[in-house]
């Protein structure tokens, strides 16, 4: 199947910093990009939709200026989450179509800790 | 409303001893449902796509089947190794592109 790396798998920040996590698609084209947060044992949230060249869709309920979104180009989406609290942390995972048709491929995770 | 629920919520195996998981959705026109493997601290693996109902898709110990109103993956005879959450989600004409999940079953195999 098609490979997204997300980048980077774990990190630790301090409270009132902000932490960028990538997601790349290796061998394909994705224009539409999704951002997820996983809470332990429950299901994946979808945060927003990303779309290449384009302003994000976020959620009900997902602060648009807390989670910065940005899809810059067909292989390249960033999740910035501003300003970090501890309820902040949790396993980030982005996923990509390469067609809204078919199905997603994700990446391996990001586990934020805000200490 | 779009929804998907899984059940079990949670199965335990001995090795050897094949089961059924349960899929059930709703959706306003089903463009696929798909099936995902989830280990600890780690993304979603796809593991099948199903696009009408009767269709079946068969990898190693795992297949998966479609009907209308709902999806089973059935494993047969587990090894330790698929120990993992398995999730369900489906894709639906009017959802642009988003995918709708349900809460997993979290999958253990004994030996």
């Known amino acids: 199947g098609a490979v997204v790396s997300q980048h980077p798998s774990r990190v630790i920040c301090k409270s009132g910093t902000s932490v960028k996590i990538e997601c790349r698609s290796l061998?394909?084209?994705?224009?539409?990009m999704f951002w997820y947060r996983q809470f332990p044992k429950k299901s994946l949230m979808l945060m927003a939709t990303?779309?290449?060249?384009?302003?994000?869709?976020?959620e009900q309920g997902v602060e648009k200026d807390k989670f910065l979104i940005n899809h810059a180009s067909l292989t390249l989406s960033t999740l910035t989450v501003t300003s970090a609290h501890p309820e902040d942390s949790s396993f980030y995972i982005c996923?990509?179509?390469?067609?809204?048709?078919?199905?997603?491929?994700f990446g391996q995770g990001t586990r934020l800790t805000v200490v | 409303e779009d929804q998907v629920t899984q059940s079990p919520e949670a199965l335990r195996l001995q090795e050897g001893e094949s089961s059924s998981l349960n899929c059930s959705y709703t959706?306003?026109?089903?463009?696929?449902l798909f099936w995902y493997r989830q280990d600890p601290g780690k993304g979603p693996e796809f593991l099948f796509t199903?696009?009408?109902a009767g269709e079946e898709k068969e990898k190693e110990r795992l297949k998966a089947t479609l009907t209308k109103k709902e999806s089973f993956l059935h494993i047969t005879a587990p090894k330790p190794e698929d120990s993992a959450t398995y999730l369900c989600?489906?894709?639906?004409?009017?959802?642009?592109?988003?995918?709708?999940f349900g809460q997993g079953t979290e999958l253990s195999v004994k030996p």
């Open positions: 996923s990509a179509v390469p067609d809204r048709n078919t199905e997603a491929f």
């Open positions: 061998d394909f084209q994705a224009t539409t």
């Open positions: 990303s779309n290449e060249g384009s302003k994000a869709t976020y």
């Open positions: 959706v306003s026109g089903l463009r696929g």
């Open positions: 199903l696009y009408s």
């Open positions: 989600a489906v894709l639906g004409y009017n959802q642009g592109g988003k995918l709708i």
